[in-house]
């Protein structure tokens, strides 16, 4: 909604895998572990500007890091 590309670092996915391998409850653990993850991203990303891309990395998924936000090259008015 807010013209963001989201982006899973490959690392950062094994790691999700991981976390619901742990649970073992399949594709519920999933998505509850990217809502966890994405949850403070969602309030926090409509406040920022110029905003391209935002990129999950381990340290995000397993030290609640904060995610890399990759910033555009284009002018607001």
Do not use: H, W
């Amino acid at each position: 909604m807010e013209g963001v590309e989201l982006e899973f670092d490959p690392m950062a996915l094994d790691e999700i895998v991981n976390k619901a391998i742990e649970r073992k409850t399949g594709a519920r653990a999933l998505r509850s572990i990217v809502e966890g993850i994405l949850l403070d991203i969602m309030y926090e990303l409509p406040t920022m500007q110029n905003i391209d891309k935002c990129l999950i990395t381990r340290d995000v998924v397993c030290e609640g890091e904060k995610p890399v936000y990759i910033e555009s090259d284009r002018k607001t008015a």
